[in-house]
């Protein structure tokens, strides 16, 4: 009876502590002023509409969104952000009053990180920006793999520089948040090998000490490319090329397969140099982005990311084969009506574990084919060398995007977590791990559940259309 009393009594106190560490995260947000650049893209949605949901007491949150001006910025802020169905549950909350809430909260910054002081022309907005902001969170970036080296250098390279420099300037400023990738750690061919969390050290290349990386010599060795390509007249269809090629050569001379990861890597390095000892510093390294799982709602996506071209391929019956490691576990299935019955009928795919696999499947399956396709159309006339040319032109595209995700799909690397292991630890201490608002523990997810009836229905709501 004492004991049952005893427990009794605790229970109410037990569950105010846990109601005062639950408002923590909250507290964390409340009156503060965030910063946040890429305001435009996925994560940087989520992030704004999470926090204007979790702690509406936000003091202001400034986007930085490109434009020509903040009028043309606060547009766009309402087309692609504000109006998307992601917002839905905070504008019921708010009702009627959700514009006038959002206009006191949210401001719209015309601006871009890959130039100094991001852009911003107004000498008053900047000063009142570095007098007020207290978290700066990084997401802008390129995400194309083979993208012009000179604009994946200026965005994710040279922007990291561009922002330091700016966070060093506000003077409340108490930690900025840099999203990276996990694959800045380049191709992992080792079966199972662990990429540990570490922070790369400046000049430091994939190739360890055959080589050393420079970025002032990138920078340089750019502008020369450039001005030797303006020198012969290249039209900008040829600069382009030019700049991407130059891009993927420069990234795999060091050890990169992409220009995306290698540009990426370097902004990690320009960070840690120019905050340290200046302004806290956090790098996410995100492995691949999907859609929303509880919060606001399951499902929310925008754009096919990199899992989905391949379930959308799959969806539609357009995907007879694909590259990956035979461990590597893909929970999709084909187009389904509302009845549970197949829009479309799909055939058995085709795994193939390595680029010989798929070079020799490619070559019995298209590519004689189409050799044979080239003699008819010098024999048989106009029409069929039409066709020779736009299917010759869809093989080409083929082996690209193959190259392209071959290290990814091949990838045999386990990432060490144990930094967000020990958050999360120290989470569930508090008391807080049954709390979805903040829930982070991959273990608590119902993985199959979440891609079915929350990812792939996302894709069919927001994205795929069948055609």
């Known amino acids: ?101 959002i206009s006191k909260k949210v401001i719209a910054i015309a601006g871009d990180i890959s130039c100094e002081n991001l852009g911003l022309r107004d000498d008053h907005l900047r000063r ?13 970036a390129t995400t194309t793999f083979d993208e012009r080296y000179d604009i994946a250098m200026a965005i994710n390279s040279m922007g990291a520089i561009h922002v330091s420099n700016f966070a060093k300037k506000c003077c409340k400023i108490k930690l900025l948040v840099h999203v990276s990738t996990a694959y800045v750690c380049g191709e992992i061919e080792k079966e199972e090998q662990v990429v540990l969390e570490k922070p790369f050290e400046m000049g430091e290349t994939l190739k360890g000490i055959t080589s050393k990386l420079d970025i002032e010599v990138e920078n340089k060795l750019l502008k020369e490319k450039i001005d030797q390509l303006q020198s012969h007249n290249a039209d ?38 120019e905050l340290k000892n200046n302004v806290p510093l956090i790098v996410i390294r995100p492995t691949m982005v999907t859609s929303t799982f509880k919060q606001p709602f399951p499902g929310w996506i925008e754009g096919l990311r990199t899992l989905d071209t391949l379930i959308a391929a799959y969806a539609k019956g357009r995907l007879n084969c694909f590259l990956g490691h035979p461990s590597t576990i893909l929970d999709v ?117 979440y891609m079915m009836n929350a990812h792939v229905s996302g894709l069919m709501k927001y994205v795929i259309k069948v055609s």
């Open 236 to 273: 900008e269809e040829a600069i382009k090329n030019a700049m991407k090629d130059f891009g993927t050569e420069r990234a795999k001379l060091h050890g990169w397969p992409n220009t995306y990861v290698f540009t990426k890597a370097m902004g990690e390095m320009l960070f840690v140099q």
């Open 128 to 140: 009142e920006m570095m007098e007020e902001i207290d978290y700066i969170i990084n997401t802008a």
């Open 333 to 449: 299935k084909p187009w389904i009506n509302e009845f549970g019955k197949p829009v479309i009928v799909i055939k058995k795919v085709t795994t193939l574990t390595s680029m010989a696999k798929f070079r020799r499947y490619m070559m019995i399956r298209y590519v004689l084919p189409l050799k044979v396709l080239n003699l008819a159309s010098r024999i048989l006339g106009k029409h069929y060398k039409d066709v020779y040319k736009d299917n010759k032109r869809k093989l080409k595209t083929v082996f690209r995007v193959v190259e392209l995700y071959r290290p990814y799909a091949l990838f045999k690397g386990i990432f060490n977590d144990s930094n967000t292991k020990n958050l999360e630890k120290n989470y569930s201490k508090l008391g807080m791990d049954d709390d979805d608002e903040f829930n982070f523990d991959p273990k608590s997810i119902d993985w199959k559940d």
């Open 1 to 101: 009876m004492v004991l049952a009393s005893a427990v009794a009594s605790a229970v109410p106190h037990f569950l105010a502590k846990k109601m005062e560490l639950a408002s923590a995260v909250p507290h964390f947000l409340k009156e503060k002023t965030i910063l946040i650049t890429g305001a435009s893209g996925f994560i940087a949605k989520v992030f704004v509409e999470k926090v204007l949901r979790v702690e509406p007491n936000v003091k202001k949150l400034y986007l930085l969104i490109r434009a020509p001006n903040n009028d043309s910025a606060t547009q766009r802020l309402h087309n692609e952000v504000i109006g998307k169905d992601l917002f839905r549950v905070l504008r019921d909350k708010w009702g009627a009053n959700f514009g006038s809430f």
